[in-house]
């Protein structure tokens, strides 16, 4: 931990860094010119077994890069790292570890918290996944009329659903298991009743996934099925399996005989994808090996983070490039746009990834911080981003952009070549050339047609789609964000502002239910705007 009172932004090397971006500003520094660079390549880029990083269309120069490493040394990055790692308590706020590292760790070493060796409780786990996985799979466990289940439907919100969803689509290629997977995560009954069309209750499956087990959302649509799969003449408690943390409400549910795979209070949820969270449904999906071998990706870009110095070591670099963008070149949004739809996920599970743990207001030791944490982080896969939101990437307001590519596809391409190329060589030819084309521009007498450029990028490349290399892309986004966090001396690991929404949620709620007990309960109470609202849904209908 930092020594109280400590602020990034009061540091000698912060302010040589504004300074520096006041500097970068000068037209010698545009990226039209920084390209043209002999060696630019070699020098702005890392390569780490499967994964390649490009930041040389960031715009840094040697000068930037020894500040950002220099301010890496000053918030003691590494020592706080390891801290993570080794179990010690830095969710300060909540008073727990952050261990979703222990999660893939295959070491044999113990990690204790309290005395007690976490390991041991992951392995058990592990080990009851892959246990359940197989007599699924065989047949052993199945739907209470005795038909094998072939449809899965994982209900959990926030970090209980939006990672396995990335996974899962990114290894669609490898599903090969027979079930179909579909997520419940909106209380919005349009997402229950969609589910409902596509799945035969008698093979389904339900997965309820959360950490605390009073999620509402969760709680409700969990209800939902459940009546559901009663309504259709169904023993429901055959159809339902719980993932959840020891000790929860939905713990309990084991002493009637449902089976239970506990996450653990020192795994956040965005953080969860490797514990039980992603594991249940994605051993199931996939196949516990597959699984496991996506755990072996994670846990060796964990290493990397540990123990690669600051220059070498990606997920770093990458979030001090993400810092340098947000802080001193001042960008707000940072796009991400995987070049392969099975990625498709990825974005949405990146922004509450980084939003949900980046997005604070005061430092480790509570004081408040004055320079921004954290960036609007949005992104589609391209070529599609660039029919939809590229213009404003090109010519409107400009926002550093995740380019992600994949040298192999995971389906082998027919001899099919439309404009004399293959679909991936199509899709790679714009790969390179939307990066290019931010950062170079394109000058033009005629204001519409003028491409300002000097738009950075940076461009990861993996080998392939492969369990392994999703498993590197997760674990080196995780380390990324909690770097970011580590410079900022923020605690990522909490998420206090989710809570006041739902605290107003529950006092409409209690509103809500003494109207629907008694008809003649008045909203009269209530402020004008709530009122409107509330009178509306009752209504069925807008004034007229
Ligand atoms: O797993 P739970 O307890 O249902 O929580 C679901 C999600 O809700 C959040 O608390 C945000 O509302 C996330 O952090 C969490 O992943």
């Known amino acids: 931990m930092a020594e109280k009172g400590f602020r990034i932004s009061k540091t000698p090397v912060w302010k040589k860094l504004k300074a520096h971006a006041e500097e970068m500003k000068r037209p010698e520094y545009h990226l039209k010119q920084l390209v043209q660079q002999q060696g630019r390549m070699k020098e702005f880029s890392l390569k780490h077994v499967d994964f390649f990083y490009d930041f040389s269309r960031q715009r840094v120069t040697r000068k930037t890069m020894d500040l950002l490493f220099e301010l890496a040394k000053t918030a003691k990055v590494h020592r706080k790292y390891r801290d993570k790692v080794e179990g010690l308590k830095v969710n300060v706020t909540e008073n727990r570890a952050a261990l979703h590292t222990a999660a893939r760790s295959f070491s044999g070493q113990s990690i204790c918290v309290d005395g007690v060796n976490v390991m041991e409780e992951i392995d058990a786990v592990r080990r009851q996944m892959r246990d359940f996985s197989e007599k699924v799979h065989d047949g052993t466990v199945c739907g209470s009329t005795g038909k094998t289940f072939r449809h899965l439907v994982v209900i959990g919100i926030g970090g209980s659903y939006l990672g396995t969803e990335f996974v899962a689509n990114a290894l669609f290629a490898y599903a090969d298991k027979g079930l179909e997977l579909h997520f419940l995560s909106n209380v919005d009954s349009h997402n229950f009743e969609t589910i409902k069309t596509k799945i035969d209750p008698e093979t389904t499956l339900c ?24 309504a259709c003449g169904l023993d429901a408690m055959k159809h339902f399996v719980t993932v959840t943390s020891k000790g929860s409400p939905g713990d309990k549910g084991k002493e009637s005989g449902i089976e239970t795979f506990h996450m653990f209070d020192f795994i956040g949820g965005r953080f969860s994808v490797t514990s039980a969270v992603g594991g249940v449904p994605l ?9 496991n071998q996506f755990l072996e990706g994670a846990r060796e870009m964990d290493i990397h983070t540990k123990y690669a110095p600051s220059p070498e070591n990606i997920p770093l670099v990458s979030a001090l490039i993400g810092i340098w963008n947000n802080n001193f070149l001042g960008y707000q949004a940072q796009a991400v746009i995987p070049y392969a ?16 743990s980046n997005g604070k207001s005061v ?11 954290g960036v609007i982080i949005f992104g589609e896969p391209g070529t599609n981003a660039q ?3 590229f213009q404003l990437a090109h010519q409107g307001h400009p926002f550093p952009i995740d380019f992600i590519g994949v040298i192999t596809p995971q389906y082998p391409e027919g001899g099919c070549r439309p404009h004399g190329v293959s679909n991936h060589q199509e899709l790679w030819a714009n790969l390179i050339s939307q990066a290019t084309a ?43 964000t909690v770097y970011k966090a580590f410079i900022w001396d923020i605690n990522p690991f909490d998420q206090f502002g989710v809570e006041l929404g739902k605290t107003i949620a529950n006092d409409l709620r209690r509103e809500i239910v003494a109207r629907n007990t008694n008809p003649e309960h008045s909203f009269g109470h209530m402020d004008e705007i709530t ?5 509306r849904l009752f209504a069925g209908r807008l004034p007229l």
């Open 363 to 373: 430092t480790i030791n509570n004081y408040e911080i004055d320079q921004s944490s």
């Open 207 to 230: 997965i309820v996934i959360s950490k605390s087990f009073t999620t509402v959302e969760t709680m409700a649509n969990a209800q939902q099925m459940k009546a559901y799969m009663t």
């Open 283 to 291: 051993s199931l999906y996939l196949g516990y090996d597959r699984f």
């Open 387 to 389: 029919h939809s939101f």
């Open 438 to 480: 931010l950062a170079v521009g394109k000058d033009s007498e005629e204001k519409t047609r003028f491409f300002q450029g000097n738009r950075p990028s940076s461009t990861l490349l993996m080998n392939d789609l492969s369990p392994v290399n999703v498993g590197r892309l997760l674990a080196y986004y995780e380390a990324q």
């Open 531 to 535: 009122r409107f609202y509330l009178e």
């Open 341 to 356: 739809s099975p990625l498709s996920k990825l974005a949405p599970h990146i922004q509450q990834l980084n939003m949900e």
